[in-house]
């Protein structure tokens, strides 16, 4: 049985079938992500030509290590092709992101994108999103009173489960590449994501939250009986 690392390598190597010559790239962030990334990097060495967009300072600093010519969405607004991993896959292809921290720049960069792409192991497919954390990027500014209010409007959309600041290094939370830090939130199940996801937005606080909704075209899925391609209903 192939292990989880050789799972995530075999998705993002599928997905470079989808990159053409000229195209205008977003590139995600995560530990699957950073295998196509890599990738990409080889056929760009190979004479590929492509412009991308990262979604991480974390990205940005692999793909200039292996000579991937980079742009911003200030200068390239539009792109063809994001691909990108997920925390989290539903059947409607709904996705949980932001394990990583880079969930605000990554729907921007995806919603900039002509498709999404996603990539990851078979692990990452559930029935019901919110097993794994729900990230939820918020101001420094009031946090404590951000915190309660999206603990109620989570009720109110049928959410209940512990919200915790996310921990950085040592004593210090963790900080999103926009200074911005993260809530946690251990729902469990998220059974109306599209009710939460409207919620979360009415809470001032609240700079973005990972349930990418309506964003994914096509899945690409490694498991033990090969790749699965998996669209997104009416995509």
């Known amino acids: 049985m192939l ?3 050789e799972l995530k390598e075999e998705a993002a190597r599928a997905a470079l079938d989808l990159v053409e010559d000229g195209m205008r790239l977003g590139l995600g962030s995560g530990s699957t992500a950073a295998r196509f990334v890599a990738a990409l990097g080889e056929r760009v060495a190979a004479g590929l030509r492509v412009i991308c967009v990262p979604t991480s300072e ?6 200039e290590k292996l000579g991937i010519p980079l742009s911003t969405l200030d200068e390239t607004p539009e792109l063809n092709l994001t691909v990108d991993g997920a925390d989290e896959i539903d059947a409607e292809l709904r996705l949980i992101k932001g394990g990583g921290g ?3 720049r990554e729907k921007i960069v995806a919603t900039a994108s002509d498709r ?5 192991d078979e692990s990452k497919l559930v029935k019901t999103l919110g097993a794994f954390p729900l990230p939820v990027e918020v101001v420094r500014f009031g946090l404590l009173a951000t915190m309660r209010l999206v603990e109620a409007i989570a009720v109110e959309a049928g959410c209940h489960g512990e919200i915790r600041l ?3 290094v040592g004593q ?3 900080v999103t590449d926009q200074g911005n ?13 599209e009710v939460l996801a409207f919620a979360l937005k009415r809470v001032p606080g609240v700079v973005e939250h990972g349930l990418f909704l309506g964003l994914a075209d ?4 490694a498991g033990s009986g090969g790749i699965k391609l998996l669209r997104r209903p009416g995509a």
């Open 116 to 120: 999404m792409v996603v990539i990851a």
């Open 58 to 63: 974390a990205t940005r600093l692999q793909a």
């Open 181 to 193: 830090l993260i809530l946690d939130c251990a729902f469990g199940a998220i059974l109306e994501p």
């Open 172 to 174: 210090a939370p963790f």
């Open 166 to 168: 996310r921990p950085g």
């Open 102 to 104: 880079a969930l605000l």
């Open 3 to 5: 292990k989880a690392d």
């Open 218 to 221: 096509l899945a690409i899925v």
